[in-house]
T-cell receptor, first 116, second 115 residues
Framework: GQQLNQSPQSMFIQEGEDVSMNCTSS?????WLWYKQDPGEGPVLLIA?????ELTSNGRLTAQFGITRKDSFLNISASIPSDVGIYFC????????????????FGQGTILTVHP | EAQVTQNPRYLITVTGKKLTVTCSQN?????MSWYRQDPGLGLRQIYY???????DKGDVPEGYKVSRKEKRNFPLILESPSPNQTSLYFC??????????????FGPGTRLTVL
């Protein structure tokens, strides 16, 4: 199955720094999602993007749906220690009546470490 | 509280010994799915179900079985586990409304080690 190419694989930053990560695909998605996974927990949805070019914020997080519908990025501003975790991008193709309905394709994840 | 629960959370077993990981959700969701998470590979879908008695293969179904006899439960069965099935497993569920993204809610994960 296809996977999304997510980069970087890991980041080590100082508290207060900004963070940027991105995801690319060889094919189009109708929806782009960003999830965060805290240690010992399941992924939790941060931001969902529905339209090409859309820019959406959630507190210090900002994500964009690429114009080509083949990429997305996530920015975290002024990082804090609780931002530590694994961030995943995911794409979904809405196909009414098709077997791909509901299916998410995930990136490899970005491991974020924030030093106080 | 709306949630997805998985049991057990941790399991160490030996090659060939059949096991079942249970998944239950209390949100009346139609869609349920199993993923495995491996370092550097992200989450990969094993099986999914769009409703009771409707299941289908995901990207990595080999060595796994599922059943959906009730809407709330979606157990993952490993008939003859092998070491390459050592992984972190997540169950997820969502509504299945047409024309929009339906947020998938994930369980807390089951860490399986097969010796």
């Amino acid at each position: 199955g296809q996977q999304l190419n997510q980069s970087p694989q890991s980041m080590f930053i100082q508290e207060g720094e900004d963070v940027s990560m991105n995801c690319t695909s060889s094919s189009i998605f109708n929806t782009w999602l960003w999830y965060k996974q805290d240690p010992g927990e399941g992924p939790v949805l941060l931001i969902a993007l529905y339209k090409a070019g859309e820019l959406t914020s959630n507190g210090r997080l900002t994500a964009q749906f690429g114009i080509t519908r083949k990429d997305s990025f996530l920015n975290i501003s002024a990082s804090i220690p609780s931002d530590v975790g694994i961030y995943f991008c995911a794409g979904q193709r809405a196909s009414a009546g098709g077997t791909s309905y509901g299916k998410l394709t995930f990136g490899q994840g970005t491991i974020l470490t924030v030093h106080p | 509280e709306a949630q997805v629960t998985q049991n057990p959370r941790y399991l160490i077993t030996v090659t060939g010994k059949k096991l079942t990981v249970t998944c239950s959700q209390n949100m009346n969701h139609e869609y349920m799915s199993w993923y495995r998470q491996d370092p550097g590979l992200g989450l990969r879908q094993i099986y999914y179900s769009m409703n009771v008695e409707v299941t289908d293969k995901g990207d990595v179904p080999e060595g796994y079985k599922v059943s959906r006899k009730e809407k709330r439960n979606f157990p993952l069965i490993l008939e003859s586990p092998s070491p390459n099935q050592t992984s972190l497993y997540f169950c997820a569920s969502s509504l299945l409304l047409a024309g929009r993204y339906n947020e998938q809610f994930f369980g807390p994960g089951t860490r399986l080690t097969v010796l």
